[in-house]
C-alpha cells in the first residue's frame, strides 16, 4: 500500500508541476502548449478516440491509452520534440485523473490555463492539424476536468 501511496502521489506531483510550468509561463508558451493539445485531440479523433470523453471510456481502454502515450512521449523527447510531447502530457495527466481523483485539481489548473490563452493557440493548433492532414478540431477539456469558476 505504502508503494502504490508514494506512486500515486508521484503521479500527482507530475501534474503539479506542469500546471506551475504553465502558470509561470510567458504566453507563448503556454500557447504552443495549448495548441499541442488541441494537435493530439485531432489526432485521436482521426483514430476514432475522443479524448474529450476519456472518463466515459472502458477503465481497460484508459490503461491502455495510458501506456501508449507514455510510450510515445519518450519517444518525441527522445527525438527532442518537446513541444508535442508537451501536448501529449496534458492528455496523459487527463487520462491518470480519470483513475485516480487526486490528479484532478492540477489538472483542472492545467486546463484552465490552456482555455484561456491567447486566439493565437488556436489557429496554431489548427496549422499543425492541417499540416498532418488531419480534421480541424477545437481544444477542450475531457468531460468532468473542465475548469471550474
Known sequence: AWKQEKGIAALVDEAQALADKLAAAKPH??????AAA????????????DVT????WPEAAV??????????????RKARDYDSSDGLAVWLHSA?????????PPLREIWQLLLTVGPNAAGMGQ???????LPATVLAAPKGFEPQD
Open 29 to 34: 508558451v503556454r500557447e504552443a502548449h495549448a
Open 38 to 49: 488541441q494537435f493530439w485531440a485531432g489526432y485521436f479523433m482521426d483514430k476514432g478516440q
Open 53 to 56: 470523453e476519456l472518463p466515459l
Open 63 to 76: 490503461k491502455r491509452f495510458v501506456n501508449a502515450a507514455q510510450t510515445r512521449i519518450a519517444a518525441l
Open 96 to 104: 491518470r485523473a480519470v483513475t485516480e481523483p487526486r490528479i484532478a
Open 127 to 133: 496549422d499543425l492539424l492541417t499540416e498532418a492532414g
